[in-house]
């Protein structure tokens, strides 16, 4: 009766999509507990490549049942557009789910978000302006609008009521150019068009199949430096992206979480604004973000590239309690003479693992350990045991500095090219 629990380690993008679809042949169902379309989940299969970005990456799967949990925000707009996308790829989608719970985007969520961040000016802390924060912000406020709300005979009361509030609060805003009755109709274009998912009550659902013996995985977004109480606030998204989001995402309780898997890179990105201690603002962060190709799946921003930064793993692997590692983009480091691996911080002359309170206002120096490339194409190794001894030695290093295994070796963007102990 344990539920486990496959998220990113960092800033988010760690490929998290590619390792649930890799594993999702191995649980009844995935669900993802979290986070809204701001997640951008890229999965390749063969020649074709597919970006997710709010339904779960087992969808692929067509025994495998998949959950959009009540933790989750969902634009009707995007979500329609998804489904769309995967129909003309051939997929019939008749294993996707959505809780009764699940909180709307409206198309003033959006607007709300555009406004509110050209109001910060330079102080802007990166949002994707898909509404997310705003959305959440009205789950907390009690005034949200939700999947089970539908096919309520006030349905259309509650968003004329919320909508106009919104345009309301959008008075305190500078003005920024948004096509609302446009978005408006499109939006309800959109509901009907998701009309066909069955709702379920995803705590009931999720805790019968757990009573019945079903293996579930649930399926985080972004990265658990973004979690709304742990990570690099304010520059972080909405919603709990740890383990214990899994609990209220998804309503299973604590006992009935199992194994927890973490994903990092090889190396460490962010996108937007924010704090990032490893930063390489030289020839040496270009050539990752070149060779990694690192640019943002649902906003194709580029991302800022780094060395992995252990005292910032110890962190998160510690608030998630995290069992296994995945390191994705092993590929990525090829053609690097030397890998660097931040080992420690120094804050105010001290030594540390530990992260500060407020990692913007930290004056941090970073200890560095450098390690040998391997300098060798990966793409026909098909064993760990293959990996060149530089690339052992790297994985080896990050074993024994973060004390947890490394089950998983990513060398590619394709399900073959995941390498498993």
Same mark, same amino acid.
């Given at each position: 009766?344990?539920?486990?629990?496959?998220?990113?380690?960092?800033?988010?993008?760690?490929?998290?999509?590619?390792?649930? %679809?890799? #594993?999702?042949?191995?649980?009844?169902?995935?669900?993802?507990?979290?986070?809204?379309?701001?997640?951008?989940?890229? $999965?390749?299969?063969? =020649?074709?490549?597919? !970006?997710?970005?709010?339904?779960?990456?087992?969808?692929?799967?067509?025994? !495998?049942?998949?959950?959009?949990?009540?933790?989750?925000?969902?634009?009707?707009?995007?979500?329609?557009?998804?489904?769309?996308?995967?129909?003309?790829?051939?997929?019939?989608?008749?294993?996707?789910?959505?809780?009764?719970?699940?909180?709307?985007?409206?198309?003033?969520?959006?607007?709300?978000?555009?406004?509110?961040?050209?109001?910060?000016?330079?102080?802007?802390?990166?949002?994707?302006?898909?509404?997310?924060?705003?959305?959440?912000?009205?789950?907390?406020?009690?005034?949200?609008?939700?999947?089970?709300?539908?096919?309520?005979?006030?349905?259309?009361?509650?968003?004329?009521? #919320?909508?106009?509030?919104?345009?309301?609060?959008?008075?305190?805003?500078?003005?920024?150019?948004?096509?609302?009755?446009?978005?408006?109709?499109?939006?309800?274009?959109?509901?009907?068009?998701?009309?066909?998912?069955?709702? !379920?009550?995803?705590?009931?659902?999720?805790?019968?199949?757990?009573?019945?013996?079903?293996? $579930?995985?649930?399926?985080?977004?972004?990265?658990?430096?973004?979690?709304?109480?742990?990570? *690099?606030?304010?520059?972080? *998204? =909405?919603?709990? *992206?740890?383990?214990?989001?899994?609990? *209220?995402?998804?309503?299973?309780?604590?006992?009935?979480?199992?194994?927890?898997?973490?994903?990092?890179?090889?190396?460490?990105?962010?996108?937007?604004?924010?704090?990032?201690?490893?930063?390489?603002?030289?020839?040496?962060?270009?050539?990752?973000?070149?060779?990694?190709?690192?640019?943002?799946?649902?906003?194709?921003?580029?991302?800022?590239?780094?060395? @992995?930064?252990?005292?910032?793993?110890?962190?998160?692997?510690? @608030?998630?309690?995290?069992?296994?590692?995945?390191?994705?983009?092993?590929?990525?480091?090829?053609?690097?003479?030397?890998?660097?691996?931040?080992?420690?911080?120094?804050?105010?002359?001290?030594?540390?693992?530990?992260?500060?309170?407020?990692?913007?206002?930290? %004056?941090?120096?970073?200890?560095?350990?450098?390690?040998?490339?391997?300098?060798?194409?990966?793409?026909?190794?098909?064993?760990?045991?293959?990996?060149?001894?530089?690339?052992?030695?790297?994985?080896?290093?990050?074993?024994?500095?973060?004390? !947890?295994?490394?089950?998983?070796?990513?060398?590619?963007?394709?399900?073959?090219?995941? #390498?498993?102990?």
């Amino acid at each position: 009766m344990a539920l486990d629990v496959l998220l990113g380690l960092q800033w988010g993008d760690e490929g998290k999509g590619k390792i649930v %679809d890799y #594993l999702a042949n191995q649980y009844d169902i995935i669900a993802r507990f979290q986070g809204g379309p701001n997640a951008g989940h890229t $999965i390749v299969i063969g =020649s074709d490549k597919y !970006v997710l970005h709010t339904i779960p990456s087992g969808i692929f799967r067509p025994d !495998v049942q998949n959950l959009i949990g009540n933790g989750v925000v969902v634009d009707p707009i995007i979500l329609a557009k998804e489904i769309r996308g995967l129909r003309e790829a051939g997929l019939k989608m008749e294993n996707l789910l959505i809780s009764s719970k699940a909180h709307l985007i409206l198309p003033t969520h959006r607007w709300l978000d555009a406004a509110s961040e050209a109001a910060k000016g330079d102080a802007k802390i990166g949002s994707t302006l898909k509404g997310i924060g705003p959305t959440y912000m009205d789950k907390t406020g009690r005034n949200g609008l939700r999947i089970g709300d539908i096919n309520a005979g006030t349905f259309k009361e509650k968003y004329n009521n #919320l909508s106009s509030k919104h345009q309301q609060l959008l008075e305190i805003y500078p003005s920024v150019d948004f096509k609302y009755e446009e978005e408006k109709a499109k939006w309800f274009e959109a509901i009907e068009e998701i009309s066909w998912i069955p709702v !379920v009550d995803c705590q009931y659902y999720v805790n019968d199949a757990l009573k019945s013996g079903k293996k $579930i995985l649930a399926e985080g977004a972004q990265g658990s430096m973004l979690d709304i109480d742990f990570g *690099t606030y304010p520059y972080v *998204t =909405s919603s709990n *992206t740890v383990t214990s989001g899994v609990c *209220t995402g998804l309503g299973v309780a604590p006992k009935n979480v199992g194994k927890v898997l973490g994903i990092t890179k090889a190396y460490c990105t962010r996108v937007g604004s924010g704090p990032f201690p490893t930063e390489l603002n030289d020839e040496m962060g270009e050539k990752l973000r070149a060779l990694g190709k690192e640019f943002g799946a649902t906003t194709g921003r580029p991302r800022r590239c780094g060395w @992995i930064d252990i005292p910032q793993l110890k962190y998160t692997i510690m @608030i998630n309690g995290v069992d296994s590692l995945c390191v994705t983009k092993l590929d990525i480091l090829n053609e690097f003479d030397v890998i660097k691996i931040a080992k420690h911080y120094t804050i105010d002359g001290k030594q540390t693992d530990q992260l500060p309170y407020d990692l913007t206002g930290a %004056d941090i120096k970073i200890d560095f350990d450098e390690m040998p490339g391997w300098k060798v194409d990966l793409e026909d190794i098909n064993d760990l045991s293959d990996l060149p001894q530089a690339a052992k030695d790297f994985i080896a290093e990050i074993e024994r500095l973060l004390e !947890v295994p490394v089950n998983f070796v990513s060398k590619g963007p394709e399900r073959r090219n995941l #390498l498993v102990r």
